[in-house]
């Protein structure tokens, strides 16, 4: 299996942007940079959801630029609403695979440890993500907070599989990420972008705003309901 590259941190450059686009998103609107070109084909022709993926149009490693995983690899975000540090997210690539519908998924474990008001509470939720031939990033399977309520495989029980990231953004594109009877339907879209960082808001029962950048994947998150961010840690 080819690896993808390793997830980098952030440069100068990208740390202003971010804190910009974070400053403002919290005031309801983006702010990481300026349109990308209209002539980039986007999300053109592909199926979202896709109710059972074909193995053959994917491949074995993630390494789309904007959301590479590379097996191992680790980041951990400190969250905080401006007054009082909340906790932190750790996200791990893990170095097993999970087959889903013929696939080899690539699983993403999501450790949150978080004071809700009421005190500290940590909960873990896995994502399963594949790639298909064109570079577009899959979401195709999740195990529910402590493997609870929210598991699901695509292909299974009418689940299906959603885009997680496509392989040439566009300013605009909307699409959904999974479609799994029982669950709120989650839909992303792309409200702005740089050359170097793209910007997501995202729906599936609460609204979050999550930055991306090139090369280095997640590097920002606001719960648009709670008022919180997570940037990653120093």
Known sequence: MTRAPRVVRRGRAATALLAAGLALGLAGCGGVGQPAPYDSPGINGLVVPTPSPEPADFVDAVDNPWLALEPGARRTYDVGDGARDLGTIEVEVLEATVPVAGLDATAVRTTTDLDDGT?????VETRLYAQDTAGNVWLVGADGADGGTGSWRAGEDAAQAGLAMPADPRLGDGWLAYDVPGLPRASSTIEDQSAALVQLRNEAGTTTRTVYEK??????????????TAEPAD
């Open 119 to 123: 005190g500290r509470t940590t909960s």
């Open 215 to 228: 090369g280095a994947g997640l590097v920002g998150l606001v719960d648009l309901d709670d008022g919180w």
